[in-house]
């Protein structure tokens, strides 16, 4: 992942993103990813305020306002040459340990987390399903533009919504997972049909595989915001 800090903005975003985008720069070409498991980042600098870019059947972005309450600790370590300092949060219904560096005037940090006197180097919840930790940093001569693969996505400006009606897409997709296979599927088609592996020959299989598709989404569902998470039904 990558946390973009510039005067102006902050942003976080997968590193993969601006890897493509430089190559698409240098050798003309169009491609695009984007990693679901997370959604893109953006705020103005020293606000909460975050612009959540997700991917779903269209590219969409939603404001939060996402304020948090930090506890310091007397904790310290050293990393390298910066001394660090022990913090606590929760947010998004997990419970979350930081340590940040007051050498750094940067009150910023990954994804939505933001607002101790310094850098964050690390950031953990007490499950560990999550753990961001400071890798490298570079000081670039000017603001990397990333209008091609953040703000727009694939040619596509991002559609301007709110958060309850993303989760409503994603119980929609939820709900029928499969439709775009089962609409491109054509038994007469030369060559073999497959989904999860299993050769289809017949749209009679699809309601099978849509009940595994479900049961893969529920059991890989684990969204960093737990008190936000969409509830999937049982099927």
């Not at 975003?13 to 959604?39: G, H, M």
Request: no cysteine; glycine share 4%; net charge positive.
């Amino acid at each position: 992942m990558t946390l973009d800090v510039n005067p102006d903005e902050v942003k976080f975003y997968s590193y993969e993103y601006a890897e493509t985008d430089s190559l698409n720069k240098v050798r003309n070409f169009n491609s695009a990813n984007w990693d679901s498991n997370f959604p893109a980042i953006k705020r103005k600098k020293n606000t909460y305020n975050n612009l959540n870019y997700v991917l779903l059947d269209s590219f969409f972005v939603f404001e939060t306002n996402d304020k948090m309450n930090w506890k310091l600790t007397k904790e310290t370590k050293k990393s390298g040459e910066y001394n660090l300092q022990k913090a606590k949060t929760t947010f998004g219904g997990r419970n979350w340990t930081a340590w940040f560096s007051n050498e750094i005037n940067l009150n910023e940090g990954p994804y939505k987390f933001r607002g101790l006197p310094g850098l964050i180097f690390e950031i953990y919840d007490d499950k560990q399903n999550f753990s961001f930790n400071l890798l490298k940093s570079w000081k670039l001569q000017k603001t990397y533009n990333t209008n091609e693969f953040l703000e727009n996505f694939a040619g596509q400006k991002a559609i301007l919504t709110n958060e309850k009606f993303i989760q409503k897409k994603q119980l929609e997709f939820f709900n029928d997972p499969l439709r775009d296979m089962r609409e491109s599927y054509n038994p007469n088609a030369e060559g073999e049909f497959r989904v999860y592996g299993v050769k289809v020959t017949s749209k009679e299989q699809f309601k099978e595989l849509t009940k595994m598709a479900q049961e893969r989404m529920k059991k890989e569902y684990n969204p960093i915001e737990i008190d936000k998470a969409v509830k999937y039904p049982n099927k």
